[in-house]
């Protein structure tokens, strides 16, 4: 890298940083490369517009000149307009960038924000449940269950690994035994298509448990997902740990699918914020055997290796590399 691209770089400082959710709003200053500062959660129901959150932020964090952001959403982005699948703002880039006086203002799906922040992602910050050693230059998977389903990829290249765009989360969900193909159908009744996020986020732990209450003939109001976790995790609720087990083995299933379906001998990385709120039953849970369970394939998954993502902020970290990639490419 040239001084003179160099000096235009550290011109570009600060950065706004922004991971958004369907819950939150999480953002951050970059004032050099990956070092983040001021960093606040905003809930985006206290918020009608993604300006109205950017502009309190940078409110509190003491207006500073900020002439380059990126954000990290939880939705596709296929053109300008953007309506987000599991929260009411919907608006469009160009006219998000005038209003906030940006002279850059990229948006990335937020699970190709966690695929990058991968690349990032120093080794204490990983749990490993199972597998081998990761296997060098091969695609790694990205997965994480949370307020919805996230999907995603890297594919390595000649020139670093290149994050993949997708909205595998809205896939039909395969049911594998009897009892999730019993909580299929319950889901089914009340939703038409059954997709892997719908059993697979916070409030697929409820839906779950729904569909085994409808089972067992009871009859009281549904359980919110951590009154679930508790349950389940204290051994005062049979039926939550029964929850609990059903939600572990279908995300084994939909996990090994996504890393047959892009050879993700490099690793499989479970995000989003779920899972390491039970991490030490995580380990014994139904996941690992369900993972490798593919009949002539059990000893290719059993190889791969599954890594439980502990990053605080890992859409934030993603999207700053996504920022200072497309200032590089310019």
Known sequence: MSSTTTEIKT??????????????????LETT????????????NDYHTIVDAAKEYLRRAGKPEVKYASVAIANPIVGDWVQMTNHHWAFSIETTRQALSFETLLFINDFTAQALAITKTPESELVQIGGMQPVEDAPKAVIGPGTGLGVSGLIPSPTGYIPLAGEGGHASFPPFDDSEIMAWQFAKRRFGH???????????????HESLMEREGINRPPLSPAQISEHALSGSSPLCRSTLDIFCAMLGTVASNLALTLGARGGVYLCGGIIPRFIDYFKESPFRNRFENKGRFDAYLAAIPVYVVLSK???ITGAAVALDNHLNQQ
């Open 11 to 28: 011109e570009t400082y600060p950065r706004l940083i922004a991971d958004i959710g369907g819950t939150n709003a999480r953002f951050a």
């Open 313 to 315: 902020y890992p859409g």
């Open 194 to 208: 059954v997709s892997a996020e719908r059993f697979l986020c916070g409030a697929g732990l409820t839906l779950i």
């Open 33 to 44: 490369p990956q070092k983040f500062e001021k960093i606040e959660v905003l809930p985006c």
